[in-house]
């Protein structure tokens, strides 16, 4: 099949039987509910912009399976080339959408995977790598959407998976059958997993010999028997109810986060990427880690154009885009925002082949890039909240500007009345209304997920990353480097 369009992509996921609760209940019709429908016009972006001739070469690859053209989201990376294309690609659709478009995770596993399970079954003589070719070729030629879920609940984190005191606290093997295996447990913060059409499951972190259990990979479908999910919810979300109201603030598009629950979820050998291995969960970890952030390096810059294009509108409606302070805050904005970028590029042009034969991330570097992230977008948030002013939180409702209710002496309505007071620099109020609520969507709103909170805690919190820096940055090399010049034995 060629690729989808966003618009196949919809109807794809209507032929899911996914089951999805949110507030309490069993959503039907979750593909055009209000609160979801955003983050599912997204991952469309991911289709479209591969359809249109422009974009091209960022947004498709060829496969090495098949030499067919495929969406750049379900490629092994063939070289370092590539790796830069594809945070090129993820800045680009973070400048479209403003938000998290969801669709990497997928394949920052897929590369994750591939590697690893050659390793395994080096190893092990396993037929995992196989398995997992097959499965990929099939996400490429159907061009799916896979959620790579990573993320356990881990319940006390002082305590071994196998010595909790729930179970089912990470996910684990509960049944092994001849013909495949019965899991349980559940994944949290699953981004984009409700929109996903099939699930690749990792260990979520190194395991030991008693976590045997723990120490899983595969893949299923999202309406599998036993799967269910649980809706996320985000900041004023229950604004994206208000149709066609501005204080929605991005109006078309969102992210999405949802618990997934495997119920004992029976898999099949041929989607079984790891049963047991443990001491390849760590590698697995390590490369989908090291992926996902080297994967900030785009997106969050992409959100960050945005964010500063918004705050630069807002100056401009309030009539002080000529203030130097502001023209510098602007300056600074960028320079953070751009950093982050030359760290996403940076560790993708220092990538190397696994031996798998994809490539991968150098993982100090990918691990520096993230521990920028979780610090420069807050700084961005700063700066364009100084920028914006108080209104962006403290202005009234949609429906009072458009009130038709008489509050004045001289017939005055609240509509009219908001108009007058909000008005500024030669624009209409409208749109200074506009980017303001926009401005509180990316600062503090449903999109402060994916950019403020989620750049602090997603592809691993910040101490994840120090961990990784430590273990890569060579100290005793450096040591060595000041010894040779000081002639220190
Ligand atoms: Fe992609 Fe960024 Fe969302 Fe992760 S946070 S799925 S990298 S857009
Ligand atoms: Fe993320």
């Known amino acids: 099949m060629a690729l989808m369009t966003g618009q196949e992509y919809i109807e794809s996921l209507r032929k899911l039987k996914t089951r999805v609760y949110m507030f309490g209940e069993l959503v039907e019709n979750w593909v055009d509910h209000p609160i979801i429908r955003p983050s599912i016009n997204s991952i469309c972006m991911t289709y479209d912009l591969a359809q249109d001739p422009q974009y091209e070469d960022l947004m498709t690859a060829t496969s090495i399976f098949t030499g067919e053209k495929i969406n750049r989201f379900n490629h092994l990376h063939q070289s370092t080339d590539d790796l830069v294309k594809k945070v090129k690609m993820q800045r680009l659709l973070g400048q479209k959408t403003a938000s998290c478009f969801q669709r990497c995770v997928g394949m920052d596993s897929f590369n994750a995977v591939f590697s690893t399970t050659y390793e395994i079954d080096e190893a092990h003589g396993t037929n995992y790598h196989e398995n997992f070719r097959k499965f990929l070729q099939f996400v490429q030629d159907n061009d799916l959407v896979v959620d790579g879920a990573m993320t356990d609940p881990k319940g006390d984190r002082g305590v071994a998976p196998h010595a909790q005191k729930d179970p089912d606290m990470f996910v ?189 991330i150098n993982l100090l570097l990918a691990n520096v890039c993230k521990q920028n992230v979780t610090r420069f977008p807050y700084e961005i948030v700063r700066l364009a909240e100084d920028i914006a002013g108080g209104l962006m939180v403290t202005m009234p409702a949609d429906s009072d500007f458009k009130s038709a209710t008489v509050a004045g002496r001289n017939g005055e309505t609240i509509g009219e009345i908001c108009n007058k007071y909000f008005a500024a620099h030669e624009v209409a109020t409208e749109d200074r209304q506009k980017i303001m609520r926009f401005l509180e969507n990316i600062c503090l709103g449903a999109a402060a997920v994916g950019y403020r909170t989620e750049s602090m805690h997603g592809a691993g919190s910040p101490q994840a990353q120090r961990i990784m820096i430590s273990r890569q940055g060579n100290i005793q090399g450096k040591k060595q480097l000041a010894k040779d010049i000081i002639g220190i034995e």
């Open 172 to 360: 684990h093997v509960v049944e092994q059958r001849k013909d495949g295996i019965v899991v349980r447990g559940a994944k949290v913060h699953q981004t984009g997993s409700i929109n996903s059409h099939w699930h690749l499951m990792m260990p979520t972190q190194a395991m030991r010999e008693d976590d045997k259990d723990y120490a899983v990979s595969f893949a299923c479908p999202s309406d599998a028997e036993g799967v269910y999910m649980v809706y996320g919810r985000q900041s004023c979300d229950t604004r994206k109810m208000e149709e066609g109201c501005i204080d929605v603030g991005n109006p078309k598009f969102g992210g999405q986060e949802a618990l997934v629950v495997l119920d004992n979820v029976f898999i099949p050998n041929e989607y079984i990427f790891m049963n047991g291995e443990y001491e390849f969960s760590g590698m697995m970890v390590e490369r989908f880690a090291g992926y996902h952030r080297q994967s900030y390096g785009g997106c969050k810059v992409g959100v960050g154009d945005v964010l500063i294009g918004a705050a630069a509108l807002a100056a401009e409606y309030n009539g002080v885009e000529k203030a130097s302070h502001i023209k510098d805050k602007l300056i600074e904005m960028t320079h953070l925002n751009e950093t982050l970028f030359s760290c996403g590029i940076a560790c993708s042009c220092e990538g190397c082949p696994t031996k798998a034969g994809n490539y991968q």
